[in-house]
């Protein structure tokens, strides 16, 4: 049997762990959980009416999002892990007729949009009551994941899988034709290694004589904990940073930052919370968020250059995979990048070709 190392707890590591073929594979998971983007995160699922112009992520989001069926399935998801609850967006009237327009233009490749209605102001006050009457689109297909929950879930099917999952910090090296495991109290060798520990990547992958061009970033969300009955009520995309998450049980999330220069700190600020607050207040009715208790979620995404991912096999090494960068759009895209990974390194698939979706490496990893 072969032994498979993979570097990184996140959505794509825990994801990963969880397809690999255990009659193939002795599998173990390395994740020392600092600066964690998927443990911080609440996240939206809904990528389809996104203005970016870049055709790989847009087609890798599309798929991603879709590959939450088979997500649901394989791994029995609970409503209160991944709920399709609908998304808001809060334009002006141009705005949403545009909107409007590309939700019926994408839904032809992208059937999971689901419904698309353009809400007047008192229809939008039903079924967000948290919000002024204002116009809005609404599609029935978006979705939110809590991406605490979905790691806890995955984790306890991965050790009945017989994943060994050590929570410790990591270094890599090559040992002949495999790749040698250094942590304190261990060397472990195995014969493939997956790197996918988030901005951290450039500190795995320097010591193996590449660059890469992944930076970290910080992204802060506030949790209300309110006494409003949030059953049933969608995701709301508003105009700015602040978008509301409601969870069941009358959580709201508020999110999230995208702070560049703050990199690795995981302090929560005053700052974040008066912008994302004062985002919000002009879309609220008398609810003020304010006045409910709160707390803070931090945590370090990965971003590149182009704001897309990167994934897959390192030409000129044998058994050396990485997966990092996914950006604002990692718990929509994470999921599948584990199963296409999966497949590849189950044996379903020859070869790694994945134009569609990704440009090629050189844009992001360069021989030192
Ligand atoms: C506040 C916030 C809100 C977000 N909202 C959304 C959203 O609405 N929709 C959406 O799609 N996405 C959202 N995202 C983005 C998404 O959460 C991330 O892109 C995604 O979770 C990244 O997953 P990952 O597995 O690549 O990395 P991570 O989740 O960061 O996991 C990497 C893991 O590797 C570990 N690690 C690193 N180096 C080592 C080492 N040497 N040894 C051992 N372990 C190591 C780290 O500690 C970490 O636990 C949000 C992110 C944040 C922070």
């Not at 508003?238 to 999330?253: Q, R």
């Not at 709160?294 to 704001?307: E, I, L, Q």
């Amino acid at each position: 049997m072969k032994k498979i190392a993979v570097i990184g707890g996140g959505i794509i590591g825990m994801t990963l762990v969880n397809y690999l073929d255990s009659k193939q594979f002795e599998v173990l998971l390395y994740d020392s959980g600092k600066n964690q983007a998927t443990g911080a995160s609440a996240g939206i699922i809904s990528p389809w009416l996104s203005k970016r112009r870049n055709k790989q992520w847009y087609a890798l989001a599309r798929d991603g999002a879709a590959f939450y069926e088979q997500l649901v399935s394989d791994f029995s998801l609970t409503n209160e892990i991944y709920e399709k609850c609908g998304t808001l967006f809060v334009r002006d009237q141009v705005a949403l007729d545009q909107l409007e327009q590309l939700a019926i233009e994408r839904k032809e490749k992208a059937p999971e949009i689901g419904q698309i209605r353009l809400l007047n102001p008192k229809e939008t006050s039903e079924i967000l009551p948290i919000l002024r009457p204002t116009p809005s689109l609404y599609i029935s297909g978006g979705a939110r994941l809590d991406g605490k929950a979905y790691l806890n879930h995955l984790r306890k099917r991965a050790l009945g899988r017989g994943v060994r999952i050590i929570s410790d910090e990591v270094k890599v090296q090559k040992a002949g034709n495999g790749w040698e495991i250094n942590r304190a109290e261990e060397k472990v060798v195995v014969d493939k290694v997956v790197l996918a520990p988030g901005p951290k990547l450039k500190d795995l992958l320097e010591p193996l004589g590449y660059s890469t061009a992944v930076e970290p970033q910080k992204g802060q969300l506030i949790s209300f904990s309110t006494d409003l009955n949030t059953n049933n009520w969608p995701v709301a995309f508003l105009d700015g940073e602040a978008d509301l998450i409601p969870f069941n049980k009358g959580e709201i999330l508020l999110g999230a930052t995208h702070e560049n220069e703050a990199k690795w700190d995981l302090r929560p600020t005053k700052k974040a919370f008066e912008k994302l607050t004062q985002g919000v207040d002009r879309y609220l009715n008398n609810n003020s968020l304010t006045d409910f208790p709160y707390s803070f979620r931090v945590g370090t995404r990965a971003y590149t250059p182009d704001f897309a991912p990167f994934f897959g096999p390192l030409k000129d090494e044998v058994g050396l995979i990485v997966a990092s960068g996914l950006g604002s759009s990692g718990l929509t895209t994470g999921p599948y990048i584990a199963f296409l990974l999966s497949e590849f390194l189950n044996g379903k698939v020859d070869e790694w070709e994945m134009s569609n979706y990704e440009k090629d490496f050189d844009h992001y990893i360069t021989v030192i």
